[in-house]
């Protein structure tokens, strides 16, 4: 039993670190939030040369073979740089959808062009009524000449713009079903959602009788039900450490400023009520960082309580990182509710997160069918 | 990471389950005889005193494999020995404080129950600021005189030894003026009165010292240590206990689910209502978390890494959520919960109180209350983490400048 990184993880974490601090500082983020495409290529292409991109893949595609913890790593790492680009949907979505359900010929084109950087790839998970119960797609899918037919809606795809493929789960007469589609295909049409993280992107997909091939389809048609359930919670997990990042981030950038503002002719931080404060957020980043590691070694090592520990992970991050940024703004004052000071870019990558894949009451519910099973 | 148990730790802990299957106390333990009677079969079988030297009678044992012990306890709800300051605080700050002379002398009748054990640190007006303590231990040359009032002493009414806090020099800044000893409770100028808790139970006492005498002998460290002395030995037994108490959580959980499905509102079971199962949800994430968290503190123990300030953060945790347990447990379980006799056996909670006592939901949830008081209020943990692992600046406090008197 051992609760703590290995010192390869250590490394790679403080690899991930030092390139985000030198190529993913505040103004760079900053200056994506006018360009359409919201990303950086040079940056990307630094991240396939370090092996970021491929990082959960198998060795054969590009990948680094790595496990979720590691990805939840880099998660980390890219939540306290409020990173903008589709890190997140290409790896831990797309990625990780097809490792799940992908043939040897999808995972060969798509996890190699992924982890070299030449593609980009998220999932369309979430439809009008915003259940994320697999079980409540309602788009369809039909045979047609010897391909597929999709119609219906989905909203919040995440960096949908950029990407080259999107997982889309529809039902098929068989049951539920998911398939690659190209968003340039006839019939889809993406438009954009803004939100108030301006660093992360989000497109409404709809899908108006648009044909694709059946080599699209990942899987035997009607079997995609625990593919989506499994891949819910480990983007559960991984949007979770992205959150513990942001929350992290908010901390330290709270602890420093109690140190140097001055009130009353003393640091703030002298003060109980606020060094209280951060005594309570330090817990809750602890708790945080222990419900997410738990979570992403229990998935990947396929342990009893996995899924609930998705659950518990994405239930308890959910409060504990809004909570946690809320606090850092209160702490600084005035100048946290600034523009120009970075603490929002946090707080809101934390809030974007925060009903995605399941909020806090939806894994609530989860942990209570769990417990009284 | 990797949090697998080995195959090591697998046996051990089977090892265990059935020695306790095969030597728990058939019935409730009622007497301090009985008590100590399990205490010594624990003993006998290696289950206590296992971090500490094996030359003073102690196991040897890796952390690992006492948390494995404590949890498999809990899980079956074993009672717990007796002595459990002597184990707990008392022999633990010998073992890394004290001389030869005193481990040979003090640590094995502490394993084996002979001698039991108490602390007399805090004081009525030396609360979450001990160091403000105004007993005195005054050299007579070959002995120590000691005058003062001591309060909250567990096991006070039943200790033969106590380990002192005592000022004796009151020149010097008020942390640097304070020793730390080991004072016989069996003599005439100690004066031991229980003290009445909420709960109706005296786990705690008052002491009142006239004139009682220390040996030079049982000075612990130098003149002046016992401050730092008392910081270290405060969070000695958190780590190793951290697993075990979240087992009984667990166990308390459990039973709290299925009062849940028996207990109706508007005609449908409590279980089926969304804001029960919302709460009940919650507090499980947070005890689940719990559980990351003392496997956290366990691989850092089994590095020989000393939590340190961390164990703030740690008790911080575990005390406000149990607060929080518990009031929930009283909203599932309505005046169910509030007694102390007459609830019917589903809605019963047995759990050992130590004081030969039996417990229920309505112990538990007062006694949830001295979690956050006790060994550091939550405030006084807040302030060890605000100072010590975030850096922030002290506070100005009128305390800081002059002597102690």
């Avoid at chain 1, 103004?27 to 396939?48: F, I, K, N, Q, T």
């Avoid at chain 1, 450490?241 to 400023?257: I, N, P």
């Avoid at chain 2, 709460?279 to 689940?288: H, P, Q, S, V």
Wanted: glycine share 10%; proline share 4%; aromatic share 8%.
């Amino acid at each position: 039993m051992n609760f703590a990184f290995t010192e390869d993880q250590v490394l790679l974490r403080n690899s991930v670190r030092s390139v985000l601090d030198e190529q993913c500082k505040p103004a760079h983020v900053r200056a994506l939030m006018d360009d359409p495409r919201g990303y950086s290529d040079a940056l990307w292409s630094e991240m396939g040369k370090l092996g970021w991109l491929g990082l959960p893949f198998p060795e054969p595609q590009g990948g680094a073979g790595l496990g979720l913890v590691e990805l939840c790593l880099v998660q980390e790492e890219m939540g306290r740089a409020a990173y903008s680009g589709p890190y997140f949907s290409t790896v831990a979505l797309a990625g990780l959808g097809l490792m799940l359900a992908g043939d040897h010929g999808q995972k060969e084109k798509w996890l190699s062009a992924f982890a070299a950087g030449t593609a980009r790839g998220t999932a369309a998970l979430l439809e009008d009524g915003l259940d994320w119960d697999p079980a409540s797609t309602g788009t369809t899918a039909v045979k047609s000449g010897g391909g597929w037919t999709l119609s219906g809606l989905k909203r919040f795809v995440p960096w949908a713009q950029v990407a080259d493929v999107i997982l889309v789960p529809a039902r098929a007469p068989e049951g539920l079903s998911l398939f690659l589609v190209d968003p340039r295909s006839p019939g889809v049409r993406l438009t954009p959602m803004v939100g108030i993280d301006l660093a992360n992107r989000w497109s409404e997909m709809r899908l108006d009788q648009a044909r694709v091939p059946a080599d699209t389809l990942l899987g035997e048609p009607g079997t995609a039900a625990p593919v989506l359930e499994s891949l819910l919670r480990r983007a559960a997990v991984c949007a979770s450490a992205e959150m513990l990042g942001a929350a992290r981030r908010c901390l330290d950038m709270s602890v420093d400023y109690a140190k140097v503002r001055e009130q009353f002719g003393q640091p703030i931080g002298s003060f109980q009520a606020i060094r209280h404060r951060c005594a309570d957020m330090l817990l809750a980043v602890e708790n945080c960082h222990s419900a997410v590691y738990y979570a992403a070694w229990a998935l990947g090592a396929g342990a009893e309580d996995a899924a609930v520990a998705a659950s518990i992970c994405k239930a308890y991050v959910s409060e504990a990182a809004r909570q946690v940024c809320g606090d850092a703004i209160q702490v600084h004052g005035g100048i946290g509710f600034t523009w120009e000071y970075d603490l929002h870019l946090y707080f809101k990558r934390a809030k974007a997160l925060e009903p995605l894949f399941g909020d806090a009451e939806y894994h609530r519910e989860l942990i209570a069918r769990h417990v009284s099973a | 990471m990797d949090l697998n148990y080995t195959p090591e730790d697998i046996a051990f802990r089977k090892q265990v389950r059935t020695w306790l299957e095969q030597n728990l106390p058939r019935e409730p333990i009622r007497t301090l005889d009985e008590r100590r009677g399990w205490h010594r079969q624990l003993y006998e079988a290696g289950y206590l005193g296992m971090g500490w030297p094996k030359e003073y009678g102690g196991g040897g044992a890796r952390p690992m494999e006492q948390a494995i012990v404590a949890d498999e306890m809990a899980r079956t709800n074993a009672p717990a020995p007796t002595n459990s300051l002597g184990l707990g605080i008392v022999g633990p700050t010998i073992v890394v404080h004290g001389t030869d002379a005193q481990k040979r002398r003090y640590l094995k009748k502490i394993l084996t129950a002979e001698e039991l054990w108490c602390q007399l640190y805090s004081e009525p007006n030396a609360g979450s600021d001990l160091a403000s303590l105004k007993t005195s231990a005054v050299d007579q040359g070959d002995h120590f005189l000691v005058n003062g009032q001591k309060i909250w002493t567990s096991a006070g009414s039943v200790a033969d030894l106590g380990l002192l806090l005592a000022r004796t020099d009151t020149t010097v800044a008020k942390h640097k003026g304070i020793t730390c000893f080991l004072i016989n409770m069996r003599q005439p100028g100690v004066d031991v009165r229980p003290l009445k808790q909420i709960t109706g139970s005296s786990e705690f006492s008052e002491v009142f010292m006239t004139n009682a005498r220390v040996e030079k002998a049982d000075q612990i460290g130098k003149l002046g240590e016992g401050w730092a002395i008392a910081q270290t030995t405060l969070g000695y037994e958190r780590g190793g206990r951290s697993l075990a108490r979240v087992t009984t959580y667990a166990s308390h959980y459990h039973k709290l689910v299925n009062a849940a499905r028996r207990l109706k509102r508007h005609g449908r079971p409590l279980i089926e209502d969304a804001t029960v199962r919302q709460k009940l949800g919650r507090i499980w994430a947070e005890l689940e978390v719990e559980r990351y968290n003392a496997l956290r503190v366990l691989t850092q123990l089994e590095r020989g890494e000393h939590p340190g300030a961390g164990g703030s953060l740690t008790k911080l945790s575990y005390s406000e959520f149990e607060k929080r347990f518990m009031e929930l447990a009283e909203e599932i379980l309505g005046p169910y919960g509030q007694l102390t006799e007459g609830a019917p056996a589903e809605y019963q909670l047995q759990i050992d109180t130590a004081v030969g006592e039996e417990g229920t939901w309505a112990y538990a949830y007062l006694w949830s209350r001295a979690g956050t008081i006790y060994a550091g209020s939550s405030e006084i943990q807040k302030n060890v983490i605000g100072e010590r692992i975030l850096g922030l600046p002290k506070e100005t406090r009128a305390d800081r400048v002059g002597a102690a008197r």
